[in-house]
């Protein structure tokens, strides 16, 4: 499956900004890819929706995304197909009802889930949240995210099946893998 021929360009027009930028894994980098600007736009957000919609196998009972950034997809991916969802907390909250939760929502035991994200530097945040949702006897059966902005495949993410709608090349930066 690739998606929608116009979908590079126009993440890249709403959301590729250059300068000098720290990434969450501590590399430097020209390029950054702010997921803010193009979860915040419904037209962008909606046609995103659709194409991670395309990825979603079979079967599955459930969505879910990783706070903060992934849960506008989410949502629209959840209002698209009619899947319920959960967001998984980076840190467990600690005030409220929902006190030492670190997911958000009704999730049962052996569910099979599909978690979104938004853009993956090293896989740290996916697959901890992945395995968060693995500890609560979930089935990941998939991890898929906007942009797949890692110089190398593979890493922390081989431990779940994965895939990006696009690649930084597709932004017309960085290298083809």
Same mark, same amino acid.
């Given at each position: 499956? &690739? ?11 709403? $959301?590729? @900004?250059? *300068?000098?930028?720290?990434? &969450?894994?501590?590399?430097? &980098?020209?390029? /950054? ?11 962008? =957000? ?7 919609? !395309? ?17 506008? =997809?989410?949502?629209?991916?959840? @209002?698209?197909?009619?899947?319920? /969802? ?23 035991? *052996? !569910?099979?889930?599909? =978690? #979104?994200?938004? %853009? ?6 996916? %697959?901890? $949240? ?9 089935? %990941? +059966? ?9 110089? !190398?495949? *593979?890493?922390?993410? !081989? ?5 990006? #709608? ?6 017309? +930066?960085?290298?083809?893998?």
């Amino acid at each position: 499956m &690739s998606p929608a021929p116009d979908l590079a360009a126009r993440v890249r027009r709403a $959301a590729l @900004l250059e *300068g000098d930028f720290v990434l &969450s894994s501590g590399k430097r &980098s020209p390029f /950054y890819v702010d997921k803010y600007l193009f979860s915040t736009e419904p037209d962008l =957000l909606r046609d995103i929706a659709a194409e991670l919609s !395309e990825t979603l196998p079979g079967g599955i009972d459930r969505l879910a995304g990783v706070e903060l950034g992934a849960v506008p =997809l989410v949502v629209a991916t959840a @209002l698209r197909t009619g899947l319920p /969802y959960v967001i998984v907390r980076k840190a467990a909250k600690e005030y409220g009802g929902s006190a030492g939760r670190a997911v958000e929502g009704v999730i049962e035991d *052996g !569910e099979k889930v599909v =978690l #979104l994200e938004d %853009v993956v530097s090293t896989g740290t945040q996916a %697959v901890r $949240a992945a395995r968060e949702l693995v500890g609560l006897g979930v089935d %990941v +059966v998939k991890v898929v995210a906007v942009l797949d902005r890692r110089d !190398e495949p *593979g890493g922390k993410l !081989e431990e779940f099946p994965f895939v990006s #709608l696009l690649k930084m090349h597709e932004l017309g +930066v960085g290298k083809r893998d």
